[in-house]
Every structure is written in C-alpha cells, then in structure tokens.
C-alpha cells in the first residue's frame, strides 16, 4: 500500500556457453525487468540465437494465416507437441494449402468482376435491337453511344434530316433519358457530333463487349449463367478456406503463442551487453525476491555466472510495480491510464480507491439507480472477465450510490413512496445551496488531502522546508483567504489585518517554495475547489431528469387504459437513458477530480511499468 | 413590474450558463481534435489527453456559479 515493490537492480555476467540456458531460466522465472543495452565502444549488443530466423519467420506466416483464415483467438485446449521441427513443418503445408486456395479464389474473383461489368454494358443495350458485332470501325459510317433526355430525341431526328438522309437513329428510353445508338455516314460527322453537343448528349464508351456477337439480350443469359457458375466456385473454395480454418483453428493460435514464447527467448541477447566470449544483462528484480533467483542461476549456470545487486537508488529510474492490497487493486487501472508514480512517490491507488467511489456516489446519490447498476456490473463482470478491473471499479461505486441514495432519501427520483417519505439528511432538489456548499466542502477537503500527500512526498525528496514552503504554503493561503473572509463579512470577531497577515505570509512561502510558478497559480487553487460544484451541478441535473421523468409518467398514470403502458414506457425508458447518462457524467467528473483537481497537489509520475522477462502480455 | 424583473433575472442566470459553455464546449472542440491526434500516434496519451481535454469545463462550473449568485438576488 502507498509504496510500489522494492526493487533492486541487478547486473549479471557469464560465458557465452551458458548463455542460452540462463536465458531459458530466466524467462521460466519471470521476475527480470531487462534494461536494454545501447551499443557503445566497450560493448556490442549481443546476437539473437541460433534459430531466431526461422522463428520469425514461422511466426510470420502462422500469424498470416490466423488472419487469412480468420481465427478469432480464444480459450482452447489443445494440446501442443512442443516440437519446433513439426511446427514448421506443419505450418509449411497449411500455408501452401491456404495460399494455393486464396490464389484460385482471388483469380475467380477476378473473372467474377470482369463478368458484371460486362453484364452491366450488355443491359444498357438490351432494348437495342442490333447484333452487336455491328459496332466495329467502318470506313464510311461512325456511330455514337449515349445518353440523352428523351424531350430531345424529335429535335435530334429534325436536325440530322436537316443535314443528311444517310442515318439511322436506334433508341430506348429509361426514366426520362434515352439511350441511343446513332449511325451516320462519315461525312457529316462533325455536324452530328455538333448536333449532339447541342442537345447535351453524354456519350457511353463501352470496352467491355467488342468481341460478341449476337444481340445483347441472347449473350446476357450467357453470362449470367457463366457467372452463377463462377460464384458456385468461389463459394466452394470459401467453405474449404473455412474448413482447414476450423480444422486448424487450435493449432494455429496455440502455435503463435507457443513460438512468440520462442521468439522473445531468442531475441533476448539484443537487448544485452555482449564481448566475444561473454554477456552482461543488467535489469531489475524485485528484492523480495532476490534470493532464490540467484540461487537457481547459480544453479544453472554452475557457480560461473557473476551476479551483482544493490537496492535501488535515488537517482535511478527505477521501473514500478504496484502493489495494494486485492480490494484496492482494481483502482491501479486509473493508474495505467494516466501514469504510473515514480518509485520513491506515494502511490495514489490507495486515495483514489477510497474518494473515487465516494465521488461518483455523490454525484449519481441515487438508491434505486445504485442497485440497477450493482446487479448489471456484477452480470458483466462475469461475462467479460478481461474488464474484470474496470467492473470491479464501477461495482464499489454502485455501493457508494446506494449509499449516497439513502442519504439524499432517493430512489429513482421518488422521494416518497405510496405516501410514506424516505428519510434523508439533506435533500438534493429542494436543499440547492446546502448541496454547493456540501460540494465546495468536499472539494477543500479532497484538495487538502492532496497536499497533505504532497507534503510527505517532498518531505522524502526534498526535506522539511521546501515541502513545509511548496505545500504548507497552499493551506496557509486558504486560511489567510478564509480569515479575510470571515471577518469582512462580520462573521467572526477578528481585526482583517491577521487575515492579511496570513495571505502574505503564504505568498513568502510559496514564492520560496514553488518560485514564480507558484504565484502564478495562486488563483489555480480557488478554481480547483470551486470545481468541486459540478459534484452538486451533475447530482442536480440527474435528479430533476429523474422526477420529469416521474412527473410525466404520473400525467400518463392518470389518464388510464392504454394511457397507463405509455407511462410504464416512459418510466422505464427515460430512468434507462437517465442511468446511462448519470453514469456516464458520474464517472467522467470524478475520474477528472482526481486527475486534475487531486493529482496536480502531489502527484508527478512517469515511471516506466515493470515488465518481467516471460511475463504474459 | 416585478414580473419582468424576475424575468430579467432568470434570464441573466440563464444567459451565464450559455455563455461560459459555449465558451468551454469550443475550447474543448480545439483540444479534443489535437488530443484524439495525439492519440492516434501514442495510445499512452489517453490520460493526458483526457485531462487536457476537460480542463476548461470549469469555464461552465464558473458559470453554474455565477448563475445560482444571481438567482440568489431574486430570493
């Protein structure tokens, strides 16, 4: 609790003879963070081993294939022979199976596509009634393709008589536009074409068709019938992709994680120092459990492997492992999501696990709400085990809105029921400025906490005064600022001036606390606790969406028969869509109080996480 | 006469809600787009992006303030 696992740094060196076996013991003791080695004069960084290649690229094409035969990754329990030579090999022949199947299927498709476009011209020409081997290159005609509005098609026949009787006009009209086909003899070409450009008449190009013959309508039953055999085709090979994948399917994701496993053993030596004829590693190992991890390298190096260690220092960056009791630990994935505290800060897992909830509660402050969203987290946290944490955060803070809901005397909004008044301590719609002050309260109450913490961070950093002057310095501001307060408003007996006093006094300290930086915050403080109103701002709004949805439910209660299921609706619809929001805004503000409002007093982070060698991502 | 006061009031209460957030919802537009960007390069950013993403939503509880103050004038 509060403190991150001692940590003690480790250099290791041996002969390159055993180096694969302590890598091997290493990775089953999973208890080594690795510092990579940069290159530098004295030493290299070392060489991947022997089989690294062709693990890679095994890894390579098993991955490949997972994708290609889209494996979802899940529990199985297959059995893997742990035997890299049949792994490849097998992973060999379904790659040529796969690949042999995904190139006919892709050349199928091909065809496939090439068939519609087709199919697509020939329909355009269905209505046409000319054998299409007519649109070749003459000598003595041209024709055109295309479109144009069907109102223009008399205007277009007019002019071409005008200038020519050598022409023959072929046309199908669809939806207010025509499609035609126009012959004319090669000598009034231009005049057609200006014709035609005058009558806004869009030509069609068509490359698809050149070699038919027939008309369109008999060769598009030819190719639709080709292209339903196509498609029987490309299912087939589908379903045999879908097959070797179901067949496959266990081998495949146990093989990936089996040879990642391989990979990262085999990589090792690049992160290491490396000479001719030896290897260092240096890293970090967590000191409780220092002793026995020496042994067993001892053990299997026999005695030759040199192994140093101390306990880490000051200035060190030393990589952290959180550590909290099981109840507090769901709340390090706050932690993980902003960042994690260096190794000789106070760890806030502890503080957040106990406002978090407390927050959120306040703010959603709701019985029945409480205990709908208890049961749905407690469901999901059984049915979704890898949002295990984050379930388990939205769970205590269920609890803390029931909690919450008994004081505020709420259960969905109700604040009586079938006559009888809950009982409450303090009532969130009709209590407004008891409620901001309660917030603001809250507010300076969390943001001193937080320099408390401060105070005992740079107390271990940096010694009494600065912590006395950089944190103290923030309280004695707020009590300066509350005594002015006070006495200007008559509310206390005290001349102003030991209000004045005290302003000033906090200005000194954090001046020399903080320099500059900490007068120019100075107004940061105030708008941190004022911040704190939006605990009353989202509490208020929740509430009263609640009762408008009760209050419009009642009007609908009123006017009986089919009147009372729009009411049942109303209710359960509007307090679902409430919930969603409450919880939403609930969570959201409280996670921002602890970030920006509480962790700006003391907390600085940074760290790097602890990641032991062989640990499963 | 009365009316139309307390209607002034409801109305300035109303207006310094609006104000500060629209003031806070287009200084977030600004800083979500950079922040979701940043994101997009370092998915480790979330935290910070979130951070910097809701600092000016005080602007709005500011406001919230200021408008419960003036309702206050009309008792």
């Not at chain 1, 090792?268 to 004829?277: D, G, H, R, Y």
């Not at chain 1, 999901?380 to 505020?408: E, H, Q, V």
């Not at chain 1, 009123?558 to 409430?578: D, K, P, W």
């Amino acid at each position: 609790m509060l403190r991150p696992y001692e940590m003690s740094s480790v250099i290791m060196t041996g002969p390159n003879k055993f180096q694969e076996d302590v890598i091997k013991e290493l990775h089953k003791l999973r208890i080594l963070h690795i510092v990579e080695h940069s290159k530098t004069d004295l030493a290299d960084i070392g060489n991947p081993l022997e089989n690294a290649n062709k693990l890679s690229e095994t890894i390579v094409k098993v991955r490949s294939l997972i994708t290609a035969l889209n494996i979802k990754k899940g529990e199985n329990k297959f059995e893997l022979k742990r035997d890299l030579p049949e792994i490849y090999e097998t992973t060999k022949r379904l790659n040529e199976g796969v690949s042999k199947n995904s190139d006919e299927l892709k050349k199928i498709e091909g065809l496939i596509s090439k068939n519609q476009a087709i199919k697509h011209e020939l329909e355009i020409f269905k209505n046409i009634d000319i054998p299409l081997e007519d649109l070749a290159s003459y000598s003595s005609l041209v024709y055109f393709t295309g479109y144009m509005g069907e109102s223009k098609v008399m205007a277009l026949k007019e002019d071409l008589s005008k200038i020519t009787k050598k022409f023959m006009l072929l046309e199908d009209a669809v939806k207010k536009r025509s499609f035609i086909v126009l012959f004319v003899d090669v000598e009034s070409k231009e005049h057609a074409s200006n014709i035609l450009q005058k009558l806004s008449f869009s030509p069609v190009n068509f490359t698809g068709i050149g070699n038919f013959k027939g008309t369109a309508s008999s060769n598009l039953g030819k190719i639709e019938k080709e292209n339903t055999k196509l498609e029987n085709q490309r299912d087939n090979i589908k379903k045999q992709i879908e097959k070797l994948g179901q067949e496959h399917k266990d081998f495949l994701i146990c093989a990936e994680e089996f040879l990642s496993q391989e990979l990262e053993k085999a990589e090792a030596p690049l992160k290491f120092a490396a000479t001719k004829n030896a290897f260092l590693i240096k890293g970090w190992v967590p000191t409780g459990q220092l002793r026995s991890a020496i042994n067993r390298l001892n053990k299997t190096s026999k005695n030759k492997l040199f192994i140093h260690s101390e306990p880490a220092k000051e200035a060190d960056n030393v990589p952290v492992k959180l550590k909290n009791q099981n109840y507090a630990k769901p709340f390090e994935f706050f932690m993980n999501l902003y960042t994690l505290p260096n190794y000789k800060e106070i760890d806030p897992t502890f503080f957040v696990f106990l406002t978090f909830p407390l927050l959120f509660g306040f703010m959603l402050g709701d019985f029945g709400y409480g205990l709908v969203t208890l049961i749905l987290f407690m469901m999901l946290k059984k049915r979704m085990p890898k949002a295990k944490n984050f379930f388990s955060i939205l769970i205590f803070a269920s609890l803390a809105t029931m909690f919450f809901g008994l004081l505020f005397g709420e259960f969905f909004g109700y604040e009586e029921i079938a006559g009888f008044h809950l009982p409450h301590i303090l009532s969130r719609s009709h209590q407004i400025n008891e409620l901001l002050y309660l917030a603001i309260a809250i507010g300076a109450a969390h943001i001193n906490l937080g320099l408390i913490i401060g105070f005992v961070n740079e107390l271990k950093s940096h010694g009494f005064m600065k912590a006395l002057c950089a944190k103290g310095g923030w309280i004695v501001l707020e009590i300066g600022i509350a005594l002015l307060a006070l006495s200007y408003f008559k509310i206390i007996a005290l001349p102003i001036y030991i209000g004045v006093v005290f302003f000033l006094l906090s200005l000194f300290m954090l001046l020399k606390g903080e320099g500059i930086k900490g007068l120019i915050e100075l107004p940061g403080i105030f708008s941190n606790t004022l911040s704190y109103a939006r605990l009353m701002a989202i509490g208020l709004s929740s509430v009263k969406l609640a009762e408008v949805i009760n209050e419009s439910a009642a009007e609908m209660f009123h006017g009986g028969g089919f009147l009372i299921l729009a009411g049942v609706l109303i209710l359960v619809i509007g307090h679902i869509l409430n919930i969603g929001i409450g919880m939403l805004g609930s969570f959201l503000h409280s996670l921002r109080l602890h970030y920006v409002e509480f962790f700006t007093k003391f907390f600085q982070g940074g760290a790097e996480k602890y990641k032991a060698f062989g640990e499963k991502q | 006469m009365a009316e139309l006061t307390i209607g002034m009031i409801a109305l300035s209460s109303a207006l310094a809600i609006a104000g500060s957030a629209i003031a806070a919802a287009w200084a977030e537009k600004a800083i979500g787009v950079a922040a979701i960007g940043a994101m997009a390069e370092k998915e480790e950013l979330f935290g910070k992006g979130l951070i910097l993403t809701v600092i000016p939503e005080t602007l709005v509880i500011f406001g919230l303030v200021i408008a419960i103050l003036i309702l206050g004038l009309a008792g």
